[in-house]
């Protein structure tokens, strides 16, 4: 793993320039590649840095980026926390002050940094552009100057996953949302103003030391713009869906399917990291003693969708209606999926990344003991635990929702299936590339062709030929510099004697293309030193003469600066590979002596115009915006942390909660805490609700 992969540069930068180090730029790559990733440093966990967002450009005859960190509340307000000016002194600057954990920045007082820095996302209903979380609610971005304006929801519509009184509470939702791609519609006739859902995220908290964990389906109206909710029970037991982690969820046209992904949450481990800062030997031994596997096989969960009707108490998120789910398990543990988007005779066909033992819920620390019997270095301080320590698969999944039952087949390759992590495809749907191509062909007609506005949609042939679908992924190879003994012995179990590993030896990085239905494979092994992160299909600019499943992936990539590379890399590098010829390897790598970006995560396209479309609407007019001055509202803040603990026990006369009360003003100090709102966050986001109009108008 290149020590570059640890490093990036905060500074935002607009439309620099990126050179072309090899190859030659493709004149019909044109559009927008949107990269989120946490601004790595090391000595810090990485999953849980601020987020940092790129914007790639192209057009055909140059490329350029553009950066900025992601902005929230907590994170304007963590700066003047951790500098003491809420403290009375050494024990209430110690409750205080955020502190980094493997899942975000935490403070024992205030609660959990929300930081968006794992997948961008569009909703098609609203123009807006959003960027993910496994731990906070989704934020809008400012499409080109990528600066956030606003979450999805104000916090009073989310369930906390850990039930405290904090000003930033914890929430948990899904990293990698759904979204149909068929046209907005009425619930029914009688309900002209309200939709059915279209857009599905996840509430949810895992069981933990003080609860026992629930989860919910969410839906956002995009009408309405309100959140709806559906706890989940289980069709067999009739108890509760817990889950350990539900990073990625998908929709069909008549089902929603939830992944029980390889991201549990270990609060152990996180009580201590943010009570006892500096005690790294007591952090890791709360850590082994407290750290469970993730499951061996993959759960899937699925919801049917004609369940889901809105109604007011779906507003609830404390108590809303009970919907049953359907469980399913094959293949292995895994993070990604993908599903298509048609379900006919009630069978749902996916297409998942299986890494049984690949459990991002760890970090390397410097001196953790390896399995090849080195120990990490001081470099390697908050890397993930990314690299599985067996080899993957990729599940063809079949599930008869009529029958109940799922067929499976499993696909490994010895060059590409080591690891598996982020993909990106055309015809599986998550809701993105389909739903972008008809947004841009519908409302961009200046950038059509010749001939008429309709000539390119009419043109358009939507559906991938069986023998053409298919998804590209990044495989993180293996390598025993990043597999700490002490997971070894956690997955042993699954994965049987060191001796079966490629310990020596190890597996390069690589890119590949997996045909869904032959289970062919076919793609480029990185070489060594180089590491992959986030590949992007972007169709060709030519259509509908190019078919829309064949164009160009682009990936980021990287490596240790040497005397070896073009003068204009930090190796750090864009590359871009034909997706028809995918072992080609890059026919373009771009790269430019400010790009620095390190450890990236997941993207999107945006197809050339949308982004001045989206433009339109941000900052002056946007469709949607949470006032965030009533979000965090100082006096609500304040008192919700005083009837906290008398609501834990409404019969205790409220007289002997005084000493509480008296406690939650001495360690919050409210008029210091007043004065961080009033400087810090509320002057970043002055935009307010806009005024209510109907659908229709």
Known sequence: MPRNAMTSDRTPYTREPLKVLAGTLPPDLHGHVYVAG????????????????????????????????????????????NEGETSRGPLTRYLNEFRDTTLSDVSIALGAQEAPNTAPFLVEGENMLLVTTDAGRPWAIHPLTLKAYTPLGYKREWKAAVPAPWAFPLLQSTAHPAFAPEPAVP??????????????????????????????????????????????????????????????????????????????????????????????????????????????????????????RPSPGTLSRDDPPRIPAYRFQSGGGGLHFAARYENPDDVITLVAGHSPSEDLSHTLKEGDLLINGHHAQAYQEGMPTAVPITRSSLGVHRIDMRRLRIESRLHAHDDFTWGLTVFSNAGLINGELETNLRMYLREVPRLRTQGGPDEVESGMQWGIPDDALAIYFNSDGFTADMVPEHLYQLYKPIVGDKAGLPIQEGRAASFFKFFV??????????????????????????????????????????????????????????????????????????????????????????????????????????????????????????????????????????????????????????????????????????????EKHSKNE
């Open 38 to 81: 946490p601004s790595v440093h090391a000595g810090s966990p990485a999953l849980a840095s601020d987020g940092l967002v790129l914007r790639l450009d192209f057009d055909g005859a140059q490329a350029t980026f553009s950066s900025a960190i992601m902005k929230t509340p907590s994170y304007y307000a963590r700066e003047p926390v």
């Open 187 to 308: 619930i029914s006739p009688e309900k002209e103003s309200q939709q059915k859902p279209r857009l599905f995220f996840t509430n949810h908290a895992p069981k933990w030391p003080l609860g026992d964990g629930w989860t919910q389906l969410v839906t956002w109206d995009t009408w309405e713009n309100r959140l709806h909710h559906w706890e989940l029970i289980d069709a067999a037991t009739g108890k509760p869906v817990v889950t350990q982690s539900l990073h990625q969820i998908a929709v069909t046209r008549d089902y929603v399917v939830l992944l029980d992904s390889n991201f549990p949450v270990n609060f152990w481990t996180i009580a201590a990291q943010a009570a006892l800062p500096g005690m790294t030997r007591v952090q890791r031994f709360v850590d082994r003693i407290t750290s469970e596997p993730s499951y061996p096989q993959a759960v899937f969960w699925v919801v049917k969708r004609s369940d889901l």
């Open 517 to 690: 239905h032959s289970g062919r494979f076919e793609g480029y092994v990185l070489p060594t030193g180089w590491f992959g992160f986030a590949p992007q299909f972007v169709p060709s600019i030519k259509l509908p003469k190019v078919p829309y499943w064949k164009g160009y992936v682009v990936a980021l990539v990287v490596s240790d600066p040497t005397p070896d590379l073009p003068p204009n890399s930090t190796g750090d590098e864009v590359w871009i590979f034909d997706s028809e010829n995918i072992a080609k390897g890059p026919i373009c790598r771009l790269g430019s002596r400010n790009f620095d970006v390190g450890m990236t995560l997941h993207t999107t396209f945006l197809p050339p115009g949308l982004g001045e479309l989206l433009d339109g609407n941000v900052p002056d007019g946007p469709p949607y915006a949470v006032n965030v001055r009533e979000d965090y509202d100082v006096d609500e803040i304040q008192k919700t942390y005083e009837d906290w603990l008398p609501g834990l026990f409404p019969r205790v006369p409220k007289v002997l909660f005084t000493p509480w009360k008296l406690g939650v003003k001495w360690v919050l100090n409210f008029p210091k805490l007043r004065k961080v709102f009033e400087r810090d966050v509320y002057p970043h986001f002055p935009l307010r609700p806009p």
